[in-house]
T-cell receptor
Framework: DAGVTQSPTHLIKTRGQQVTLRCSPKSGHDTVSWYQQALGQGPQFIFQYYEEEERQRGNFPDRFSGHQFPNYSSELNVNALLLGDSALYLC???????????????FGEGSRLTVL | AQKITQTQPGMFVQEKEAVTLDCTYDTSDPSYGLFWYKQPSSGEMIFLIYQGSYDQQNATEGRYSLNFQKARKSANLVISASHLGDSAMYFCAMRDLANAGGTSYGKLTFGQGTILTVHP
């Protein structure tokens, strides 16, 4: 049973460019959340997708957008990249009805973005 | 707003010894969940243990136990019999459980983390 998979694992962009990160959730999961983790910091919630809609959003600008597909996979898009966007981007999947219980999230290994 | 504080940037422990990682939290929500995650150098966040705010007993999962003191708003992680493989970053996190309809959206608020180093 494959866990959460993310691609690409590493990428380098320059300021002003755009990037798309991809996530496939764990089998049976229907909810995908994205987190940004700067070096030496804890992850920060970006947004969550359920039923192909953004259900909840953290304190991130509109340059950060996302999408969820009918197969529950998700993309995170960041436009007009800034140096401060350099971070590890983590995708976490869960089963919506499970969230009211332990709320365990299954995380991928992340996509490490470097903006030069 | 929810807030998690981990005051220990780094901790060292001898192999086979026990270690406690501190976590305090702040929330006005009546119902919440507390989590500990381990993050090795690979980057993946690995779920360790969960404690609900209304759980009467402290959670335990194998070598991991959570020392939950609700009045003090603390949720310390205790790792017994440390292994070399326990060396990693450890994060305490919190989630609000109070959404109507029994469905919580699952947003986690994380602390800054504690780097644990296990010496042989």
């Amino acid at each position: 049973d494959a866990g959460v998979t993310q691609s690409p694992t590493h990428l380098i962009k320059t300021r002003g460019q755009q990037v798309t990160l991809r996530c496939s959730p764990k089998s049976g999961h229907d909810t995908v959340s994205w987190y940004q983790q700067a070096l030496g910091q804890g992850p920060q919630f970006i947004f969550q997708y359920y039923e192909e809609e953004e259900r909840q959003r953290g304190n991130f600008p509109d340059r950060f957008s996302g999408h969820q597909f009918p197969n529950y996979s998700s993309e995170l898009n960041v436009n007009a990249l800034l140096l401060g966007d350099s971070a590890l981007y983590l995708c976490a999947s869960s089963w919506d009805r499970g969230l009211k219980n332990t709320g365990e999230l299954f995380f991928g290994e992340g996509s490490r973005l470097t903006v030069l | 707003a929810q807030k998690i504080t981990q005051t220990q940037p780094g901790m060292f422990v001898q192999e086979k010894e026990a270690v406690t990682l501190d976590c305090t939290y702040d929330t006005s929500d009546p119902s919440y969940g507390l989590f500990w995650y381990k993050q090795p150098s690979s980057g993946e966040m690995i779920f360790l243990i969960y404690q609900g705010s209304y759980d009467q007993q402290n959670a335990t999962e194998g070598r991991y136990s959570l020392n939950f003191q609700k009045a003090r708003k603390s949720a310390n992680l205790v790792i017994s019999a440390s292994h070399l493989g326990d060396s990693a970053m450890y994060f305490c996190a919190m989630r609000d459980l109070a959404n109507a309809g029994g469905t919580s959206y699952g947003k986690l608020t994380f602390g800054q983390g504690t780097i644990l180093t296990v010496h042989p």
